[in-house]
RNA sequence: GGGCGGUUAGCUCAGUUGGUUAGAGCGUUACAUUGACAUUGUAAAGGUCAGAGGUUCGACUCCUCUACCGCCCACCA
C-alpha cells in the first residue's frame, strides 16, 4: 500500500468493478432482498449535447440516496436520462448554422429536424461520462432520451387524453412572440428588464369645448395605426365632461382614424394624464381591455417584427406614400418614424426622454418579446393544478426545505393555460393534421423545386405547385383557429398536412416519470412508479417539478415521487453566481481529475443547506482531498499493524465476537480497555446519527459528522492512545471493526477510496468477504437494551 | 405591488423540535515531527449570533418592528 493515495490509480478501475458487478441494476445487484420496497430516483435528464457543469454534480445527492438504500438490501435503480431540450437545443445548432453562415430557412423541415438530430447524436455521449467520471452509480441500461419512440408514445397518449378530455382548446391568444427566435414563450420563459425609452405624449383629440386634451403617454407611438380606442378611468374627475362622447376622430400619421372612447376603473390615474391608448393586438392587458369593451383585434406587426400595413386601405395619394413609408420596416425604425412625424405636426406635445420601465425579453437571448395575437394550443391548467395542490395538502408529496411548498402553491394557485406549442421544429410535433379541402385558410411557408421560400395560401398555391410539393419543402403551416383538425400519429390521408409546432419541452419532460418507466403497462412502470425522491435546483420548480406532479396525477391519480429535495445553487467561493461572462465558472471535471472525485463530492455536501446556495472553491475540495488520504493512511496504518502474523491471527477471534455480539461487551469475551469500550460506543452513536441524517436529507451533517469522527477521534485520539499499547491483537480488532464500519457509512458519499481502501484489506487478508463494498450491508447498532 | 429567504469567527458557511462554556473548513499565529499520513500533529487568537423590543426559568433558535443583501411571482400604457 502506497503512503500516499493516488485517485488516479483507483478511479476507473474501481467504476468498471462496480459496473461489471451488476451492481448499479436491480436485477443483478448482489444483495437484494426482493422483498423489499424497491427505492427509485429518476436522474434530472441534462441536454442531450451538453457538457458537465458544477450544477449537474449537485446530483451527488442523488448517488448517496441509492448508494445507501442499495447497502441496505433494497431493490435499488437510479434511472439516468438525456433531454432533447427544444429550444435551447435548436438555439445552439442555429449558432452553429450562421456560423456557417447559414440560416434555417434554407431547409424544410424534416431536413432541418435530421440535421438537428444528427448534430445532437454527435455531441452526446460526453455527459454519461462525466457523471461515471464522479461516481454515479446509475442503471445506464435504463438510459432514456427525451425523443426515443417509447416517450412519443406516452407523450401523444397523454395530448390525446386531453383532448378527449377537453384540457386541450386552440385559441386566438395573446402570447408572448419572439420574432428574434420566431416562437412563442410561456410566461415561464420570459423575463423582465429594467430599460429608459421616451415616453411620448400624444394629443389625441383637443379638448374643444371641454376641460382637458385627452392626451396619451405611450412608449410605443407606432402601434397607434390600428389602436381602436383610448380609455380613462370613470373615477377620474379630470375627464368627466367627457363622458357623453363615444368616439373621437385623430389625425394621426395615416390621416384620420376612429377611436372609442372607453371607461374601465383598471385604469391608472396616477400614470401620465390618466388617458390611455389600448391596442388589442400587441398588448396583454389591452387585449383583455379589448375582450371585455369589444373592441376589433387588428395585427400590426408580423412574424418578423415588422409593421405590417398591408391590410389598410388607403383612400389617398398621401396616405399610399405614408403608408409606403413605414410598411414593412421593423418596429423600432418605425418608432422613430413616427415619433418624428408626429412631433413636427404637433400632434406629440411632450417627450419625457428618462422614462423608465420593465420590459419583456426572452430568458434565453434576451431578445424583445412582442406580444402577439395569434393561433397557440392550450392546456387548461385549473382541473390539473387542483390535483397537484390537494396532493401536496395531503403530504403525498412533500418539500425539502418546506418553504418551497408555499412557492409551490402559490404558483398553482395563481396558474394560467398552457400555451404548449412552439413554432420550432427541434421538438415532439404536436399529432395533428389538417385537410387541405376542409381548411381553405391554411397558410403555409414551404421550399419549392428550386429551393426558393413560397409564402402563401394553399388553396391559391395549388394552381401552381402539387401538394408532394408543398408537403415535401413544408417549413411552417399556420391554420386558423377554428381550423378542423385530426389528432393522428400518422398522416390521415392524402389531402392532409401536418401541424408544424412542436410541443413546448416542458410538456414532455413533465411526463418524464412515465415516459422512462414505461407508462402505462410495462414492468419497470409497475415495480417503481411512483418513485421516492425528485431531487433537482429550485429554478424548475414551477417548470418542472410541479409540472411532472400535475400530469402524473393526470394520468395515474398518483404523485410521482415522495419527496422533492431542492439542492443548492453551486456558486463560486465568494458566492457569485458561476457564469460566463464573469468568468468564475469552476469546472467540476478539472477539480475531479486535480483531487478525485470524493473529495469534489464530499466538498459540495458539507456545509450546505437544501434550497441555500453552495460556495465551491479549490481550497475547498483540496481539504477534503486531504481527508481521503488520511483515510488512506489509518488504512495502511491497520494493514501494518496487521502484517504480524501473530497479532492477526490472535485479532481474528476477537473481531468475530465484536461482530458477534452487542455492547457494552464485557471483559471475559474480550479484555477491553475503556478506551476500547468508549470508542465502539461512539462507533454506534455514529451509526445511529448517520442514518439519521440520511434519513431526514441531513447531508451535510451526514458528511461532517463522519469527518470529524474519522479524523478526530479516530486518528488523532483513539489511534495515537494505542500505539504505546502491548495487547496489538485487541487494538487490531478494534480499529478494524470501527474502520470498517466508517468506511461502509462513508461510502455513500465518498464511494472511490472507502471502494479502494476495502480492495486493499481485501488483498491483505483483513476481509473475510469478497464483495464489493457497494453492496456490503449498511451497519446496524447493536445495544443491550435496557 | 405580493411572497420567500438571508444577516453567526478575517473568508465561505453549518447549527434538526428553545436547554450547560455557539461549531466546521479555509486563513492567521506559535511550537512540534525521520515509522500510517508534511495531503501531518499540538496549541492559540478570533463571535454583544444585523439592530430594537417582546414571550420564557432560559432565546442564535419563537413573536413584532427596523435596516441592509438576495431570490421568486406579478407588472407599470
Redesign the pocket.
Given at each position: 500500500m502506497d503512503?500516499?493515495?493516488?485517485h488516479k490509480n483507483h478511479e476507473a478501475n474501481i467504476y468498471k468493478l462496480w459496473e461489471e458487478s451488476g451492481a448499479f441494476n436491480p436485477d443483478t445487484q448482489k444483495n437484494v432482498n426482493s422483498s423489499k420496497r424497491p427505492f427509485t430516483i429518476l436522474l434530472p435528464p441534462p441536454n442531450a449535447n451538453a457538457s458537465l457543469h458544477a450544477g449537474h454534480a449537485m446530483f451527488v445527492i442523488e448517488d448517496i440516496l441509492i448508494r445507501w438504500h442499495r447497502m441496505m438490501g433494497d431493490p435499488t435503480v437510479w434511472i439516468p436520462g438525456t433531454d432533447h431540450a427544444g429550444f435551447e437545443t435548436q438555439y445552439v445548432y442555429e449558432k452553429h448554422l450562421s456560423k456557417a453562415g447559414k440560416s434555417r430557412f434554407q431547409f424544410d423541415r424534416q431536413t432541418l429536424y435530421n440535421d438537428i438530430y444528427q448534430f445532437v447524436q454527435d455531441n452526446s455521449g460526453t455527459i454519461f461520462n462525466q457523471l461515471k467520471q464522479l461516481g454515479f452509480s446509475c442503471d445506464w441500461s435504463r438510459a432514456t432520451f427525451m425523443l426515443d419512440e417509447k416517450v412519443i408514445k406516452v407523450v401523444y397518449d397523454t395530448f390525446q387524453h386531453m383532448i378527449d378530455d377537453g384540457l386541450i382548446y386552440r385559441d386566438n391568444y395573446i402570447v408572448n412572440y419572439s420574432p428574434k427566435n420566431g416562437t412563442t414563450f410561456s410566461?415561464?420563459e420570459?423575463?423582465?428588464v429594467?430599460r429608459i425609452d421616451p415616453?411620448y405624449y400624444i394629443n389625441i383629440a383637443d379638448k374643444g369645448s371641454h376641460t382637458h386634451d385627452l392626451v396619451?403617454?405611450?412608449?410605443?407611438p407606432e402601434t397607434i395605426f390600428y389602436d381602436e380606442a383610448i380609455?380613462i378611468?370613470p373615477n377620474d374627475g379630470r375627464y368627466n365632461d367627457w363622458k357623453d362622447t363615444t368616439e373621437v376622430i385623430f389625425n394621426g400619421p395615416l390621416g384620420s382614424q376612429q377611436m372609442r372612447i372607453i371607461w374601465d376603473d383598471s385604469?391608472?390615474?396616477?400614470?401620465?394624464t390618466?388617458?390611455?391608448?389600448?391596442?388589442p393586438a400587441h398588448?396583454?392587458?389591452?387585449f383583455a381591455l379589448g375582450r371585455k369593451h369589444n373592441l376589433r383585434v387588428r395585427p400590426l406587426i408580423d412574424f418578423f417584427g415588422k409593421i405590417d400595413l398591408s391590410a389598410f386601405s388607403p383612400n389617398s395619394p398621401t396616405q399610399t406614400e405614408r403608408v409606403q413609408k413605414y410598411h414593412g420596416k421593423k418596429v423600432a425604425q418605425v418608432r422613430k418614424l413616427v415619433a418624428a412625424d408626429m412631433s413636427a405636426d404637433g400632434t406629440i406635445v411632450k417627450v419625457d426622454e428618462t422614462?423608465t420601465?420593465?420590459?419583456?425579453v426572452d430568458y434565453k437571448t434576451g431578445g424583445d418579446i412582442e406580444p402577439m395575437v395569434m393561433p397557440n394550443w392550450f392546456v387548461k391548467m385549473k382541473p390539473l393544478a387542483q390535483k397537484g395542490i390537494a396532493a401536496a395538502k395531503n403530504k403525498d408529496v412533500t418539500f425539502v426545505p418546506s418553504?418551497?411548498e408555499?412557492?409551490y402553491y402559490?404558483?398553482l394557485e395563481?396558474i394560467?393555460d398552457w400555451p404548449i406549442s412552439r413554432q420550432i421544429v427541434w421538438g415532439i410535433r404536436i399529432p395533428v393534421w389538417y385537410s387541405i379541402n376542409e381548411n381553405p385558410h391554411l397558410e403555409v411557408t414551404f421550399l419549392d423545386e428550386n429551393h426558393e421560400r413560397v409564402i402563401g395560401r394553399v388553396a391559391d398555391l395549388l394552381d401552381q405547385y402539387e401538394l408532394n410539393t408543398i408537403r415535401a419543402g413544408l417549413q411552417t403551416l399556420r391554420a386558423p383557429v377554428d381550423a378542423v383538425y385530426r389528432v393522428s400519429n400518422e398522416c390521415p390521408g392524402d389531402d392532409y398536412l401536418p401541424e408544424t409546432d412542436t410541443f413546448d419541452t416542458w410538456f414532455s419532460s413533465g411526463q418524464w416519470p412515465l415516459t422512462t418507466l414505461g407508462f402505462p403497462d410495462s414492468a419497470d412502470f409497475k415495480r417503481f412508479f411512483p418513485t421516492q425522491v425528485l431531487d433537482t435546483m429550485?429554478?424548475i420548480l414551477?417548470f418542472w417539478v410541479a409540472r411532472m406532479i400535475m400530469l402524473s396525477l393526470y394520468r395515474t391519480n398518483t404523485v410521482p415521487f415522495e419527496t422533492v429535495y431542492l439542492h443548492?445553487m453551486v456558486?463560486d467561493?465568494?458566492?457569485a453566481?458561476m457564469s460566463k461572462s464573469k468568468g468564475n465558472v469552476i469546472n467540476p471535471i478539472d477539480l475531479t481529475e486535480k483531487y478525485g472525485a470524493d473529495a469534489l463530492r464530499i466538498a459540495l455536501i458539507?456545509?450546505?443547506?437544501p434550497?441555500?446556495?453552495?460556495?465551491l472553491?479549490e481550497?475547498?475540495v483540496?481539504?477534503?482531498?486531504?481527508?481521503?488520504?488520511?483515510l488512506?493512511?489509518?488504512a495502511?496504518?491497520i494493514v501494518?499493524?496487521s502484517q504480524n502474523e501473530e497479532i492477526r491471527d490472535k485479532s481474528y477471534e476477537l473481531r468475530k465476537k465484536l461482530k458477534e455480539n452487542s455492547l457494552p461487551l464485557t471483559s471475559y469475551l474480550l479484555p477491553l480497555l475503556p478506551e476500547d469500550q468508549q470508542i465502539l460506543n461512539e462507533l454506534n452513536t455514529l451509526i445511529e446519527?448517520s442514518t439519521?441524517?440520511l434519513e431526514?436529507f441531513?447531508f451535510?451533517?451526514y458528511a461532517?459528522n463522519l469527518?470529524?469522527f474519522i479524523?478526530?477521534r479516530v486518528?488523532?485520539?483513539y489511534?495515537?492512545s494505542t500505539?504505546g499499547r502491548e495487547d496489538k491483537e485487541v487494538v487490531l480488532a478494534v480499529l478494524i471493526h470501527v474502520f470498517s464500519t466508517c468506511l461502509k457509512l462513508l461510502h455513500p458519499v465518498m464511494p472511490f477510496v472507502t471502494e479502494a481502501i476495502w480492495q486493499e484489506w481485501s488483498a491483505a487478508g483483513i476481509l473475510e468477504t469478497e464483495q464489493l463494498l457497494i453492496t456490503i450491508s449498511w451497519p446496524n447498532v447493536k445495544l443491550h437494551h435496557q
Open positions: 503512503s500516499t493515495y493516488n410566461e415561464l420570459v423575463m423582465h429594467e415616453l396619451v403617454a405611450t412608449v410605443r380609455a378611468n385604469i391608472d390615474m396616477e400614470f401620465g390618466g388617458v390611455m391608448k389600448v391596442t398588448d396583454a392587458n389591452d422614462y420601465h420593465n420590459v419583456t418553504r418551497f408555499t412557492q402559490q404558483w395563481n394560467r429550485w429554478d414551477f443548492s456558486t467561493e465568494k458566492g453566481k458539507a456545509g450546505s443547506a434550497g441555500n446556495p453552495i460556495a472553491s481550497n475547498k483540496k481539504g477534503y482531498r486531504n481527508f481521503a488520504n488520511k488512506w493512511n489509518i495502511r496504518f501494518l499493524l446519527t439519521s441524517n431526514h441531513r451535510s451533517d461532517q469527518y470529524d479524523w478526530n486518528a488523532s485520539d489511534l495515537e500505539k
